[in-house]
């Protein structure tokens, strides 16, 4: 799975998104059953910065979260934008990470359009290949405005 993952992100073996897409389906039922999914919720995958995008050609949570999407019938919405370039997780101890994610993403949807969202497709699943501390994830939920009627998930490929 490593290097799987390693091969999407760094040497752009795009034809892996659908595989890892695979390993991750099995566990959407956690959040409720697909036939639901197909329904009422949304996968939202976790964008990159500009210039991490420009770099590295592709976006390998938006191919994850496509494959899935493609797989299981489940609308597929880039609704977040990266704020700032923050440095790479993966190069941080795990106590800086928290904070290197701090406000480093806002959604690009209006809040009215946020709320129509949430009353028709209340489960938004925020899409990762990988999360280690979770910092990322959290830091990605908690640009969505709260609502009570929203649930917000974050799923990941794999465990750094």
Same mark, same amino acid.
């Given at each position: 799975?490593?290097?799987? /993952?390693?091969?999407?992100?760094?040497?752009?073996?795009?034809? &892996?998104?659908?595989?890892?897409?695979?390993?991750?389906?099995?566990?959407?039922?956690?959040?409720?059953? /697909?036939? !639901?999914?197909?329904?009422?919720?949304?996968?939202?995958?976790?964008?990159?910065?500009?210039?991490?995008?420009?770099?590295?050609?592709?976006?390998?949570?938006? #191919? /994850?979260?496509?494959?899935?999407?493609?797989?299981?019938?489940?609308?597929? &919405?880039?609704?977040?934008?990266?704020?700032?370039?923050?440095?790479?997780?993966?190069?941080?101890?795990?106590?800086?990470?928290?904070?290197?994610?701090?406000?480093?993403?806002? &959604?690009?949807?209006?809040?009215?359009? !946020?709320?129509?969202?949430?009353?028709?497709?209340?489960?938004?699943?925020?899409? #990762? #290949?990988?999360?280690?501390?979770?910092?990322?994830?959290?830091?990605?939920?908690?640009?969505?405005?709260?609502?009570?009627?929203?649930? /917000?998930?974050?799923?990941?490929?794999?465990?750094?």
């Amino acid at each position: 799975m490593q290097r799987g /993952i390693e091969w999407l992100k760094f040497k752009g073996v795009r034809p &892996l998104a659908p595989v890892l897409a695979g390993l991750l389906i099995p566990k959407l039922p956690v959040i409720a059953p /697909i036939e !639901y999914l197909n329904t009422h919720a949304v996968l939202v995958p976790l964008p990159l910065h500009a210039g991490k995008l420009r770099q590295r050609g592709f976006n390998q949570s938006e #191919d /994850i979260a496509r494959a899935i999407g493609t797989l299981c019938d489940i609308e597929v &919405l880039q609704i977040l934008s990266r704020t700032s370039a923050t440095t790479s997780q993966a190069h941080l101890p795990h106590e800086f990470r928290t904070l290197n994610m701090q406000e480093a993403f806002e &959604l690009n949807i209006s809040k009215q359009e !946020y709320e129509e969202l949430v009353a028709t497709k209340p489960i938004i699943i925020i899409i #990762d #290949d990988v999360s280690t501390t979770g910092a990322t994830l959290l830091s990605a939920a908690n640009a969505f405005p709260k609502n009570p009627d929203a649930q /917000i998930w974050g799923a990941a490929v794999a465990r750094g």
